[in-house]
């Protein structure tokens, strides 16, 4: 089965500085992996995939993230935050095979970003 | 309509009062999915469908059922609801043929059972 964890519920960060939103996984062969952003009262809204190739993947608003596969884990970056960044971020993964041709997406709890001004 | 549509935006439903929760998209994605989201709990999948004409259980099914007679459409019923069903409920869609593919969201219906 496969599985998603993000170990922080909230990150506080001063604007200009930069921030780190940690996610690791667990899924069988190689993974789909994704960033969701959900400002309040929305849906969650794409920012970043992983599918092959470099290990650094940009993506909306200058967010960026590193697939890690020896610590099995896809942090979400950007060097300089903004008050406006400010939302809950969702780390998601897929597996590249699954059995019987289902690729749901697995979701992590979520974590809270804060950036101070 | 663009993107993913669900209906109504919020909903205050008394105990034991069946209730459908509308979602529409008009991108022809072949898989959706219905979510809820609860403080602390992230979100959790509660049906899914791969194709119209297909439906599967998520993690927390109980209580809730779906239908997927088309590709645009994928209600989500409540046969009976309690208040542990107070949630906010997440309709999606993605491309299924194509692994690859990011997940769409609607904006989300609020639900409260009293």
């Known amino acids: 089965a496969q599985s998603v964890a993000q170990p922080e519920d909230q990150v506080n960060v001063a604007e200009g500085n930069p921030l780190t939103v940690k996610c690791t996984y667990s899924?069988?062969?190689?993974?789909?992996l994704f960033w969701y952003v959900q400002y309040p009262n929305r849906g969650l809204q794409f920012l970043l995939k992983y599918i092959t190739g470099d290990n650094l993947v940009k993506g909306s608003y200058g967010f960026e993230a590193e697939f890690n596969k020896s610590q099995t884990s896809f942090h979400l970056k950007k060097p300089s935050a903004l008050v406006s960044d400010s939302a809950l971020y969702f780390c998601a993964v897929s597996p590249v095979h699954a059995s019987g041709g289902s690729y749901i997406p697995t979701f992590g709890r979520g974590t809270s970003l804060i950036v101070h001004p | 309509i663009a993107g993913i549509t669900q209906a109504p935006t919020s909903q205050i439903l008394a105990a034991g009062r069946r209730m459908t929760l509308r979602c529409t998209q008009d991108m022809r994605h072949n898989a959706m999915y219905w979510y809820r989201q609860d403080l602390g709990l992230g979100l959790r999948l509660i049906h899914y469908?791969?194709?119209?004409?297909?439906?599967g259980k998520g993690e927390v099914p109980d209580g809730y059922s779906v239908s997927r007679a088309n590709t645009d459409d994928f209600p989500l019923t409540l046969a009976s609801a309690v208040p542990s069903q107070t949630s906010v409920y997440f309709c999606?869609?993605?491309?299924?043929?194509?692994?690859?593919?990011?997940?769409?969201f609607g904006q989300g219906t609020r639900l409260t059972v009293v």
């Open positions: 899924v069988s062969g190689n993974p789909y």
């Open positions: 999606a869609s993605r491309e299924q043929g194509l692994m690859n593919t990011e997940a769409f």
């Open positions: 469908s791969n194709t119209a004409g297909t439906t």
